[in-house]
């Protein structure tokens, strides 16, 4: 059974340009966030998915945007990069609402502006 | 809004020597509680929950943490450290009535010397 799968693992952009990230969550699991985790520091919420909409948004700029997609997967979009977005970027996966089956975690994308 | 603090940056204790790992928490409803261990270059691997029920919660890797409603506190300890429980550990809460998203603490590095 497939735990969450996220791609690529690492990158690295130059300021000023557009990125996507992709995962696709663990098998039985409808709902994704994204997560940004800074260099030292813990994660910080950036949204969540599920049914194809935004249900839940984090503290940060409309620059960061995400898509779900019928089968689940889900795309984090972040445009005009900053040197400050440079971070491990993780999504988790979950069943909407269904808070006993908890959060499963990716190994992440690491990104790095420059 | 919610919140949750790990004062401590780095823990030290020797092997086979019990640990406690520090976390409290703000939340305006229900706390669901959560802690997660970091390997490097890793994503987030779930130890253990607190939802409902017995305050004292048993978790993988033999790490078990207590909730105390009072103290709104959620450590998390080991009776006898290994070394290969080095790494960063990150305590959540979620608020029980408001959404899913997991608000994370700053996370405490672990250091269990032979």
């Known amino acids: 059974d497939a735990g969450v799968t996220q791609s690529p693992t690492h990158l690295i952009k130059t300021r000023g340009q557009q990125v996507t990230l992709r995962c696709s969550p663990k098998s039985g699991h409808d709902t994704v966030s994204w997560y940004q985790q800074a260099l030292g520091q813990g994660p910080q919420f950036i949204f969540q998915?599920?049914?194809?909409?935004?249900?839940q948004r984090g503290n940060f700029p409309d620059r960061f945007s995400g898509h779900q997609f019928p089968n689940y997967s889900s795309e984090l979009n972040v445009n005009a990069l900053l040197l400050g977005d440079s971070a491990l970027y993780l999504c988790a996966s979950s069943i909407y609402r269904q808070d006993n089956y908890g959060y499963t975690f990716g190994s992440g994308t690491r990104l790095t502006v420059v | 809004a919610q919140s949750v603090a790990q004062p401590e940056d780095q823990v030290n204790v020797a092997e086979g020597n019990p640990l406690t790992v520090k976390c409290t928490y703000s939340?305006?409803?229900?706390?669901?509680l959560f802690w997660y261990v970091q390997y490097p270059n890793r994503g987030l691997q779930f130890l253990l929950k607190y939802i409902t029920g017995d305050n004292l919660v048993k978790g993988s890797y033999g790490f078990e943490a207590e909730f105390n409603k009072s103290q709104t506190s959620f450590h998390l300890k080991k009776p006898s450290a290994l070394v290969s429980d080095s790494a960063l550990y990150f305590c959540a809460v979620r608020d029980g009535g408001a959404g899913n998203m997991l608000t994370f603490g700053g996370g405490t590095r672990l250091m269990v010397k032979p």
């Open positions: 939340v305006s409803g229900n706390p669901y």
């Open positions: 998915y599920y049914e194809e909409e935004e249900r």
